[in-house]
């Protein structure tokens, strides 16, 4: 008998510019892309992780679930910014029954939001247990707080979605490497989401995120900035940016402000490594792995290449998947950059932690 494609959930990427959504199929270990979709929001709906106007956010997600290949009505969403916090943690080596409690002890002298305001999770990176020089073992904590987990889940609802599973955007981002790359098991590469509000940056090493951080960066950074050195409104900067005409200015007198951010880009991408370096390997990153539409920003790939010294080039969320059908919407670049997030989420499971 033919093995049936199975439906999983829909993976919601709620950006701060954008809902994307998408959904993939899997038959034995192959994997297709059923459906991709974007739905633009009205700036300030969301911003860095926060849902500011859950009415619009609602209507958006609806609007775009209501494009006939989309057929999941569970979905698996990311938190973002300040709502949710990840640490690498290093623990004693201990048995497996010891960990809860040790994990939930040290998690109190790391997070800082109230213990009762926040839901705990952790992994166990390597176990060193049992074998007689480990003496530790390393965890990764994740601290959500209730009062974002809540506001995601309610608004689902309103859109008539049911919330399967809660991730981490630095999470989806290395399931959707580890789904389209062969990983190296010693390698370390650096993942950067450049979005609208914020960019997250992740180190992965040999597959696993090493540490990850968000930088109050993006897209509106350059925006702000061309707003102010040329004297235009938010709506034609983003126009500019983008590479059309805006208000009687050609796209090139955008450059040199472009140029300039992607230099302070630069600068703060190589001083959060600087800060994660304690806990990488002495050789550093040997890659960049780039994605986020803001990533698609004349000279940045350059200079960010440049600047830190390694080899820079696109995560492709789509390379492995096969398109399913005709219907399952477009594959351009455009899409590629902005679908990472969403297709890491599409690939959990219910029931996933
Ligand atoms: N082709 C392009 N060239 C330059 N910038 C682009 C391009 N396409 C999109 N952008 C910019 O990318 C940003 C949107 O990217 P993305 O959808 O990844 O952000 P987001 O997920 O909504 O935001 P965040 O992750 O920060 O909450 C916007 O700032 C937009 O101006
Ligand atoms: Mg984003």
């Known amino acids: 008998m033919l093995r049936r494609w199975r439906c999983g959930l829909v993976g919601l990427d709620i950006g701060s510019s954008a809902v ?3 959904e993939l199929r899997r038959r034995g270990r192959k994997w297709s892309l059923a459906a991709f979709g974007v739905e633009q929001l009205p700036p300030g709906a969301v911003d860095a992780g926060v849902i500011a106007d859950p009415d619009t956010v609602a209507a958006a997600v609806r609007r775009l679930l209501g494009r006939t290949a989309f057929r999941a009505r569970s979905a698996a969403v990311a938190l ?3 709502t949710v916090m990840v640490r690498r943690i290093t623990l004693p080596a201990m048995r497996p029954e010891e ?3 040790s994990v939930y002890w040290e998690a109190r002298q790391h997070i800082p939001f109230p213990a009762e305001d926040v839901a705990l999770d952790y992994q166990v990176l390597n176990t060193a247990a049992g074998e007689p020089d480990g003496a530790t073992c390393e965890v990764l904590l994740v601290a959500a707080r209730r009062d974002s987990v809540a506001a995601y889940v309610g608004v689902l609802e309103q859109a008539g979605v049911t919330v399967a599973v809660i991730d981490v955007g630095a999470f989806a981002l290395r399931n959707a490497l580890a789904l389209n790359y062969d990983i190296d ?3 370390v590469a650096a993942l ?3 979005g609208a509000a914020a960019v997250g940056l992740t180190v ?4 696993q995120p090493l540490c990850t951080r968000e930088l109050p960066l993006g897209g509106r950074t350059y925006v702000e900035a061309l707003g102010r050195e040329l004297g235009l409104a938010a709506a034609d900067a ?3 940016l983008l590479g059309h005409r805006a208000a009687g200015r050609e796209p090139e007198e ?3 402000v472009v140029q300039s951010v992607n230099g302070s880009m630069v600068t703060e991408v190589a001083g959060a490594l600087e800060l994660f370096r304690a806990a990488m390997p002495p050789k550093g990153i040997g890659s960049l792995l780039l994605c986020g539409g803001a990533s698609r920003i004349e000279g940045l790939a350059g200079a960010l290449a440049d600047g830190l010294g390694v080899g820079v080039t696109p995560l492709d969320p789509f390379r492995r998947l096969e398109p399913l059908a005709a219907r399952s919407g477009r594959r351009s670049e455009a899409d590629g950059s902005l679908a990472a997030v969403a297709v890491g989420l599409a690939l959990r499971r219910a029931g996933d932690r």
């Open 80 to 82: 973002a910014g300040n």
């Open 185 to 187: 098991p010693t390698a």
């Open 20 to 22: 994307k959504a998408a």
């Open 204 to 207: 992965v090493a040999g597959g």
């Open 99 to 101: 960990l809860d409690g």
């Open 254 to 256: 955008a450059l040199p």
């Open 192 to 194: 950067l989401d450049v």
């Open 238 to 240: 983003r126009q500019l």
